[in-house]
């Protein structure tokens, strides 16, 4: 989650805005948002796009913003229309760090007691596929958001880094967990303790993205992924996604046993039926989310 001022620095000719972003009040479901922006897309209107919206301070993530993006996952999680969500950026920025002049006088006791960062990892508990479409900066919590995500696809031109260890912390939302796991302990390592970025092709690489795509072409790519998801069953994707986080958690005999579980869960479903059904038939299943 690390601040932008230090992540970008001035000698690259960027002169960053000193933006705030106060916490605003829960909002009902439908309700305007201001930090970012949401709408239904696919031939199908099956996929539910979220745009992380404050260009000015290359969409640092505050808590207004947090707010929001945790209310328009609610909204699509709700929604039996949505199949997957794609969460994306701008151009320049998917998300380059949380916003440091909310952090900066925090102390100990506060952080601690207050569950500060509580409300960030709303992103992990949703259900339905996740995408993130990340353009341009992925720096400290952008990152640490993106790998909360099940899939990123990245623009030619993104960069990663988790660059806490510049300001005098560490990453507090999965940077030290997630890119280790995605990346191996070495490359990690290197990024957690030299704050050093990496390019779209070099994340490709080391495993921390699927696919790299033009700049111009990345969002349209990630939702043509999400409609590809949603063709599928809604409740048996969630059981796949599901056996698969679970692999970062447990043993592989563990990870083996629950896989077997969930394998038979499926043979309980009309999807399954008309998927194997279809199959048989030579034809396209129907699914119905049964």
Same mark, same amino acid.
């Given at each position: 989650?690390?601040?932008?001022?230090?992540?970008?620095?001035?000698?690259?000719?960027?002169?960053?805005?000193?933006?705030?972003?106060?916490?605003?009040?829960?909002?009902?479901?439908?309700?305007?948002?201001?930090?970012?922006?949401?709408?239904?897309?696919?031939?199908?209107?099956?996929?539910?796009?979220?745009?992380?919206?404050?260009?000015?301070?290359?969409?640092? #993530?505050?808590?207004?913003? #947090?707010?929001?993006?945790?209310?328009?996952? $609610?909204?699509?999680?709700?929604?039996?229309?949505?199949?997957?969500?794609?969460?994306?950026?701008?151009?320049?920025?998917?998300?380059?760090?949380?916003?440091?002049?909310?952090?900066?006088?925090?102390?100990?006791?506060?952080?601690?007691?207050?569950?500060?960062?509580?409300?960030? %990892?709303?992103?992990?508990?949703?259900?339905?596929?996740?995408?993130?479409?990340?353009?341009?900066?992925?720096?400290?919590?952008?990152?640490?958001?993106?790998?909360?995500?099940?899939?990123?696809?990245?623009?030619?031109?993104?960069?990663?880094?988790?660059? $806490?260890? #510049?300001?005098?912390?560490?990453?507090?939302? @999965?940077?030290?967990?997630?890119?280790?796991?995605?990346?191996?302990?070495?490359?990690?390592?290197?990024?957690?303790?030299? @704050?050093?970025?990496?390019?779209?092709?070099?994340?490709?690489?080391?495993?921390?993205?699927?696919?790299?795509?033009?700049?111009?072409?990345?969002? $349209?790519?990630?939702?043509?992924?999400?409609?590809?998801?949603?063709?599928?069953?809604?409740?048996?994707?969630?059981?796949?996604?599901?056996?698969?986080?679970?692999?970062?958690?447990?043993?592989?005999?563990?990870?083996?046993?629950?896989?077997?579980?969930?394998?038979?869960?499926?043979?309980?479903?009309? %999807?399954?039926?008309?998927?194997?059904?279809?199959?048989?038939?030579?034809?396209?299943?129907?699914?119905? %989310?049964?």
């Amino acid at each position: 989650m690390a601040a932008l001022r230090v992540l970008l620095p001035r000698a690259r000719g960027l002169v960053l805005p000193r933006l705030g972003c106060a916490a605003r009040r829960p909002f009902a479901s439908g309700a305007h948002f201001e930090y970012i922006i949401t709408e239904k897309k696919g031939k199908d209107s099956n996929v539910g796009l979220i745009q992380l919206n404050r260009p000015k301070a290359l969409n640092a #993530l505050c808590d207004g913003l #947090l707010m929001e993006l945790n209310q328009a996952l $609610e909204n699509f999680e709700k929604d039996p229309a949505v199949k997957a969500i794609v969460l994306t950026g701008g151009e320049k920025a998917f998300a380059a760090g949380a916003d440091i002049k909310e952090m900066q006088n925090r102390t100990f006791q506060n952080c601690y007691t207050g569950q500060f960062l509580s409300n960030w %990892d709303k992103v992990c508990q949703v259900k339905k596929p996740i995408i993130a479409a990340v353009n341009g900066f992925a720096l400290g919590g952008g990152c640490e958001l993106a790998m909360m995500c099940d899939i990123i696809y990245a623009g030619e031109k993104a960069q990663f880094a988790q660059p $806490e260890i #510049l300001l005098g912390t560490i990453p507090g939302m @999965g940077g030290t967990q997630r890119l280790t796991r995605a990346v191996g302990k070495s490359l990690a390592m290197e990024m957690v303790l030299t @704050g050093d970025r990496i390019s779209a092709q070099e994340a490709k690489e080391a495993g921390l993205v699927s696919k790299v795509f033009p700049v111009e072409k990345l969002v $349209e790519e990630a939702i043509h992924c999400a409609e590809k998801i949603a063709r599928n069953s809604k409740f048996i994707t969630a059981v796949a996604k599901e056996s698969v986080n679970a692999a970062f958690e447990m043993t592989l005999a563990e990870g083996n046993k629950l896989e077997k579980k969930l394998f038979y869960l499926t043979f309980a479903t009309e %999807d399954r039926r008309e998927g194997m059904t279809a199959f048989v038939e030579k034809r396209k299943a129907n699914f119905k %989310d049964q």
